[in-house]
């Protein structure tokens, strides 16, 4: 049942971050805890990408399942800010290709 859990570093004892993946890593959950009730936290979330099956010099989507934004992620610290009252909790499926404008072709 905690196979594939996986906790990850912050610089905010108030913001807990882990992972939970499926053991062939093709769906990766990246969930950040507002542990404040009462005041916004906010700080750096630092993945360990080999864990997720992510290169550290790749580009990544995180897609936040609850309020549908999506965030592209550059390596393993990135920022987060979780507001008690509006969002407390960050639920993020990891993608790991990202298109870019250089995937598209151009006609002059």
């Known amino acids: 049942a905690n196979s594939g859990l996986e906790f990850h570093l912050t610089d905010n004892p108030l913001l807990l971050c882990y992972s939970k993946a499926t053991s062939d890593l093709s769906n990766v959950l990246v969930m950040v805890v507002n542990l404040d009730p009462f005041h916004k936290q906010s ?46 909790v960050h639920i993020l499926r990891l993608r790991k ?12």
């Open 43 to 88: 700080g750096w979330v630092t993945l360990d990408l080999d864990l997720l099956g992510i290169s550290s010099d790749q580009s990544y989507q995180a897609h936040d399942l609850i309020t549908d934004s999506r965030f592209v992620w550059h390596g393993p610290v990135n920022f987060v800010e979780l507001d008690p009252e509006s969002c407390p």
């Open 97 to 108: 290709r990202v298109h870019t404008e250089e995937d598209f072709d151009y006609y002059l």
